[in-house]
């Protein structure tokens, strides 16, 4: 049982370029998360999908995007990197987003931007 | 906005002390959870809690609503026990829940 899966686990971009984070749950979840992790800081959210269909904004979603692909994908775009994008990025699910239910995270991406 | 603030930072332990660790919070809330950061970097949730106590093996965690604090105590800690613990709340019961603390990293040497 994988959980939740992201890809790539390590990226570095130059200034300017763009790419896509992807995220997969086999957990038949409906709620899906994007988090950035910073030194000496806590975990702070992106963009979540309360479920399949919608997206709606985080703490801190400027710079970002995101597609809910289909119930099992929630993949994270940066447009146009900057350094200050350079993070751990973790995608996190759990079964509906207004409960207190457990969120299940991945393995992270460490992205840096040059 | 929840404040969500974790003591100590930082501790260093030997191998079978009592560790505890704390966690309180400014706004009241439904549900707290305690979560595990390894070396490696991967998250694993370790506990929820809305009241009273839970226990898993070594792991205990406490909730007090009246006094907004929690602790996570490990009983006999291990080298392996080494990670970054997060205290994170749920305030309300919007979708966009959670606020996390900035985790407390444990060393336990052997």
């Known amino acids: 049982n994988a959980g939740v899966t992201q890809t790539p686990k390590f990226q570095v971009l130059k200034t300017g370029q763009s790419m896509t984070l992807q995220c997969a749950q086999d957990?038949?979840?409906?709620?899906m998360y994007w988090y950035r992790q910073d030194p000496g800081m806590g975990l702070r959210l992106i963009y979540y999908?309360?479920?399949?269909?919608?997206?709606d904004k985080g703490e801190v979603p400027n710079g970002y995007n995101v597609s809910r692909l289909n119930k099992r994908e929630f993949s994270l775009r940066l447009e146009s990197a900057a350094p200050s994008q350079t993070s751990v990025y973790f995608c996190a699910s759990s079964e509906w987003a207004n409960s207190n239910q457990p969120q299940h995270f991945g393995d992270g991406t460490r992205l840096s931007i040059l | 906005k929840n404040e969500v603030e974790q003591s100590p930072q930082n501790l260093t332990a030997q191998e079978g002390e009592f560790i505890t660790i704390n966690c309180s919070y400014s706004v009241g809330i439904s549900a707290l959870h305690w979560l595990q950061q390894h070396p490696g970097g991967g998250i694993v949730s370790l506990f929820m809690?809305?009241?009273g106590k839970k226990k898993h093996g070594r792991l205990i965690a406490t909730i007090n609503i009246q006094e907004k604090h929690s602790s996570l105590h490990i009983t006999a800690s291990h080298p392996r026990d080494s990670a970054v613990y997060i205290c994170?709340?749920?305030?309300?019961?919007?979708?966009?829940?959670?606020?996390f603390g900035k985790g407390t990293h444990l060393i336990i040497q052997p």
């Open positions: 994170a709340v749920r305030s309300g019961g919007g979708a966009d829940g959670l606020t």
């Open positions: 957990m038949n979840h409906n709620s």
């Open positions: 999908s309360a479920s399949e269909g919608t997206t």
């Open positions: 809690l809305s009241s």
